[in-house]
């Protein structure tokens, strides 16, 4: 049996010393291979085989460090629930390394209950098996549905007995994989010490690392600010035509790369409903499925604030007034972004003034009914062509649908796409398959069982959303009536 080995090239340990703790994982009994995810260690030029394996659980639990690694526990604070803490950091995570993929893309490899680390504050520095399937369950999915996220490398088993609220649980280590860990919380970090070089020197890595076009200009800061809102526009938007609710939208949580992270009580809305909320201490919808835009440039704003020195240090108001115009300018990078999705989502092509009624009118129709948002978008394409016996009794009281239909019809009459590319078109952004709930939550309670079939069958089904398969129309459907109520925790 080969040595899991690593060509690791750690720029964060070189170039931002001071801005983390170098710390080893904690020793755990039994390391245990739960799953290996051999596609993204393909991707990532690792060695699959020799992962795949007790060593590489060792590894990958943090149990064992690599030869060549050094694993740090990076400091960030962060705006929780509105609420600003200076410090929190890597409380129960470290950033084992990074590679260069095969495309010359820098990665972290970053484990997620390792043990406790000094951000720990009162943790065990521990994560549980369900939640770190369902991390790999998301992530995973959400990487097949076009989102940019961080990745899942491998579920490592422990075999420790975790605490939680409910009793002991297995213990768990999620590998996974991100273009970085810089948050909004990082910078909000140093600016809250005032610590305007260090800052400087964040910012000047997150361009080199992130935004390579603005490094060594003049307004460069200003730019990434910019840069930062748009990417995040983009992915909000993304989550939005998929019914995504992240959950936990705190600062700490929100990346400057643009790639969603962090999934804890993160769901899919069945029903179509702005002010679905499903996370048992989101208790006044903060985090809203439609509050997700306002909060990303509320974050924004946070991330605004770090940056003012460092976009005008002679002048504060100027400085405020600049910042001030990005932010300003998030609502309208983001409506770009949505409309041309919806447009995709609703098989138009062309460009119509029109177009934002007909998408919110349809949204309308969607909201009094409930009705299932997958469902009915993917029952479109065939609607497009005069089918509608598939979206008609997505409806309980189908008549606003049929006020709309017309509407549609009457717009797409004034596209040239021909049908069939149409519908493939229209198939290839709304997914047949996503992470239905009732499904997730079944698959999980098996898994703690020791039963890792169903889980392992949802994460095959949804590697590839888009394609209807024959036999696979029970991962197509919504939450029965008597699953009831969803509610997820943050317990991970
Ligand atoms: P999260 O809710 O995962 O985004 O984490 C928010 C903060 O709490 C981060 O600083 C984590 O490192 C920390 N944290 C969460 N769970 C634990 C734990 N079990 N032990 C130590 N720190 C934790
Ligand atoms: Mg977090």
């Known amino acids: 049996m080969s040595i899991p080995a690593f060509d690791f090239d750690n720029s964060y340990a070189r170039e931002l010393e001071g801005f983390y703790v ?17 596609a993204l260690a393909d991707e990532l030029g690792l060695d699959g085989k020799a992962l795949d394996t007790d060593a590489g659980a060792a590894i990958l639990a943090g149990h064992q460090a690599p030869e060549g690694a050094e694993p740090l526990a990076m400091a960030y604070a962060g705006h929780q629930f509105g609420g600003f803490s200076p410090q929190l950091g890597d409380g129960r995570a470290l950033l084992l390394g990074e590679v260069i993929d095969r495309q010359g893309k820098r990665r972290d490899i970053h484990l997620k209950g390792s043990g406790r680390t000094p951000f720990s504050r009162g943790g065990d520095g521990k994560a549980v098996l369900g939640p770190v399937l369902r991390e790999y369950i998301i992530g995973e999915a ?88 748009d990417r995040q526009a983009a992915l909000i938007v993304k989550w939005m035509l998929i019914g995504f609710v992240h959950g936990v939208m705190n600062t700490d949580n929100m990346t400057i790369s643009g790639e969603t992270i962090d999934y804890g009580p993160c769901a899919f809305i069945d029903g179509y409903d702005p002010a679905t909320v499903f996370s048992s201490i989101d208790q006044h919808g903060r985090y809203a499925y439609g509050n997700q835009p306002k909060i990303a440039q509320w974050n924004l704003a946070r991330l ?154 949802l994460v095959e089904v949804l590697a590839d959303p888009f394609t209807e398969r024959e036999g696979l129309e029970v991962f197509a459907l919504g939450a029965p009536s008597d699953f009831g109520q969803y509610t997820t925790y943050c317990g991970t």
């Open 304 to 457: 605004a604030e770090t940056l003012l020195d460092l976009i005008n240090p002679d002048d504060s108001d100027d400085a405020v007034r600049q910042a001030g115009e990005v932010i300003n300018g998030f609502p309208l990078s983001y409506e770009r972004a949505w409309i041309a999705g919806m447009r995709t989502k609703l098989g138009l092509v062309r460009d119509e003034p029109g177009d934002m009624e007909l998408a919110v009118g349809l949204l309308a129709v969607l909201e009094t009914q409930n009705a299932d948002f997958t469902r009915v978008f993917r029952s479109l394409s065939r609607a497009a062509s005069g089918e509608v016996s598939e979206t008609r009794p997505l409806f309980a009281n189908p008549a606003g649908f049929d006020v709309w239909l017309p509407l549609w019809q009457a717009r797409l009459a004034r596209e040239d796409t021909p049908a069939e590319e149409r519908i493939a078109a229209m198939n290839r952004v709304n997914p047949v398959y996503i992470p239905r709930n009732h499904m997730v939550e079944a698959a999980l309670a098996s898994a703690t069982k020791g039963d890792l079939k169903p889980f392992e069958r």
């Open 142 to 229: 959400m990487h097949a549905l076009g989102v940019p996220t961080t990745r899942a490398l491998a579920a490592v088993a422990t075999g420790e007995e975790v605490m939680r609220q409910d009793g002991p649980e297995p213990g768990a280590v999620l590998a996974r994989v991100a273009s970085s860990h810089l948050r909004v919380g990082t910078f909000q970090f140093f600016a809250a010490r005032g610590e305007t070089e260090r800052l400087r020197q964040l910012a000047d890595y997150a361009i080199a690392r992130h935004y390579p076009d603005l490094a060594g200009q003049p307004d460069r800061y200003l730019g990434l600010l910019k840069a930062v809102r």
């Open 22 to 38: 170098p710390w080893k994982g904690a020793e755990v009994p039994a390391p245990r291979m739960i799953r290996f995810n051999h």
